[in-house]
């Protein structure tokens, strides 16, 4: 198995630029969830996907949507890129929602807005 | 709502030394418990977990027990290496909930 895998691994976009980071699992995981990591501040839930056709936000969702149309892939697009959003995007799964799954992360992906 | 907190870093230590990184945490019903480590450059790993009081995770050398008394799961090891460097989160997830993560610890150990 694969895992979770990411990609790019590296982007650079300028301020009102769009774009998709993706991510797909083979574990054939329910839940799915990602991630942006910051300097102090560990890891904020931007959205999260508890199965395919289901999404709902997490804590800080804005600019950013997300669709999960197969159980494998779960995308986070970026609608227009702010500086603000320059950070490392993690993405995640786990077999199930319940509070004994531990979650399986990808290598990430580190944004830099311009 | 759900809470962790965990010791700001970063942590210097010489290898062989006694490891402790503080983690205490807030939540509603019964959560389960976590350690995750980041190699520099890497994703995140699941290091250990506990899913009751009085559980004790373990792996690699580490350990953490889940105390509800005192709402804590400090990570513990006896004897560091340098391979271990690296950030280290504390994290919680209780019923359905989202995983809620502390702010990350980073271990530096000199040989």
């Known amino acids: 198995n694969a895992g979770v895998t990411q990609t790019p691994k590296f982007q650079v976009l300028k301020t009102g630029q769009s774009m998709t980071l993706q991510c797909a699992q083979d574990?054939?995981?329910?839940?799915m969830s990602w991630y942006r990591q910051d300097p102090g501040m560990g890891l904020r839930l931007i959205h999260y996907?508890?199965?395919?056709?289901?999404?709902d936000q997490g804590e800080v969702p804005n600019g950013y949507n997300v669709s999960r149309s197969t159980t494998e892939d779960f995308p986070l697009r970026l609608l227009s890129a702010a500086p603000s959003q320059t950070s490392v995007y993690f993405c995640?799964?786990?077999?199930?929602?319940?509070?004994?799954?531990?979650?399986?992360f990808g290598p990430g992906t580190r944004l830099t807005v311009t | 709502g759900n809470s962790v907190t965990q010791m700001e870093g970063p942590v210097t230590l010489s290898e062989e030394a006694f490891l402790t990184i503080n983690c205490t945490y807030t939540?509603?019903?019964?959560?389960?418990l976590f350690w995750y480590v980041q190699y520099p450059g890497e994703g995140l790993q699941l290091l250990l977990k506990?899913?009751?009081?009085?559980d004790k995770g373990s792996n690699k050398g580490f350990e953490a027990t889940y105390r509800k008394e005192t709402t804590s799961f400090h990570l513990e090891k006896g004897s560091v290496q340098v391979s271990d460097s690296a950030v280290y989160f504390c994290?919680?997830?209780?019923?359905?909930?989202?995983?809620?993560f502390g702010t990350g610890t980073r271990l530096l150990v000199s040989p």
């Open positions: 939540a509603t019903g019964y959560p389960s």
């Open positions: 995640a799964s786990s077999p199930q929602q319940g509070k004994d799954h531990e979650q399986y």
């Open positions: 994290a919680l997830r209780s019923g359905f909930q989202k995983l809620v």
């Open positions: 996907s508890v199965g395919a056709g289901i999404t």
């Open positions: 506990a899913t009751k009081a009085d």
């Open positions: 574990m054939n995981h329910e839940y």
